[in-house]
């Protein structure tokens, strides 16, 4: 499915599963969240996006796509209709950032040496453009999570944690190098799919990371497994697969998504159903 296609479906029916979403397009859907033009609702088998003020998403879908919704008169598809709108290249120009929740009174967090105040509300966070990474230290027990409705909730994932960082569905080399340069330990929180395991891989090796393996993991694939991400990340499953002597946690992963032939989406687990149920 095109990016077309998904924002015609969430316009015509005014929700989109958050699967459907390409990742390539994780910050388009943060962009929106923010506006409160979409908000993002937790389901077991993963979220959706809604439409939560339909004139605010136009506006933005109009910004990137002016001639919508021509299709209807010139005969186009819905989805040639976007593939095909001469200023879609704007998208191009994008400006990448990581996000930074700081969350114990320990000042865990500095940028250029200067402390990050304590931001435990979960709608409150600092954003620091990519190419200016190297300007952020952290240290204790942080969390690396990919999804963002994820990096709000991140105290409901693990305990005691000292700052939650937001990667955006897909970590640049630039991130990975960051990451093996703190004092720090690191917990990292994707998808448990083959994109998101691949992005672990990535990061084992590192001794200070290591994968976020939920209580119960095995009934959430066998009770809430996801095919479509499975079926989606086949490419990155070979990848995987040819991996020599991987870590434990990851080979435990593989093994469940091949049993299983599906994937968790991450928000299953900060879920109020999952927690009533499984969290201590």
């Excluded at 993963?46 to 021509?70: C, F, Q």
């Excluded at 966070?125 to 990474?133: C, K, P, V």
């Excluded at 994707?190 to 976020?212: A, H, I, N």
Aim: proline fraction near 4%; aromatic fraction near 10%.
């Amino acid at each position: 499915m095109s990016f077309g296609d998904v924002l015609i479906e969430l316009t015509e029916h005014g929700s989109v599963l958050k699967s459907k979403w390409p990742k390539s397009e994780s910050q388009t859907l943060d962009r929106l969240v923010g506006l409160g033009a979409v908000t993002l609702e937790t389901k077991a088998r993963g979220g959706r996006a809604v439409v939560t003020n339909h004139s605010v998403l136009m506006l933005e879908i109009r910004k990137r796509y002016p001639s919508w919704p021509d299709w209807k008169v010139d005969g186009h598809s819905r989805s040639e209709s976007v593939l095909l709108t001469t200023d879609a290249h704007i998208s191009n120009i994008t400006y990448p950032w990581i996000g930074i929740r700081s969350l114990s009174n320990s000042n865990p967090v500095t940028v250029n040496g200067a402390s990050l105040p304590l931001q435990a509300d979960g709608w409150i966070f600092t954003s620091i453009l990519e190419e200016r990474i190297s300007e952020l230290r952290v240290q204790g027990k942080v969390i690396l999570i990919e999804n963002f409705e994820s990096f709000i909730h991140a105290d409901r994932l693990i305990d005691d944690l000292d700052v939650a960082v937001y990667y955006a569905g897909t970590m640049s080399n630039v991130f990975v190098d960051w990451v093996g340069n703190q004092d720090a330990e690191f917990v990292f929180s994707p998808d448990y799919d083959p994109v998101g395991m691949w992005q672990y891989q990535r990061l084992s090796e590192f001794d200070t990371v290591r994968l976020l393996v939920p209580k119960n993991l095995g009934f959430a694939f066998e009770r809430f497994g996801n095919r479509e991400v499975y079926s989606k990340g086949r490419s990155y499953l070979s990848l995987l697969s040819n991996l020599v002597d991987p870590r434990g946690d990851l080979l435990l992963v593989i093994e469940l998504m091949r049993e299983h032939r599906a994937g968790v989406m991450q928000e299953l687990f900060h879920s109020k159903e999952w927690i009533s149920e499984f969290r201590e």
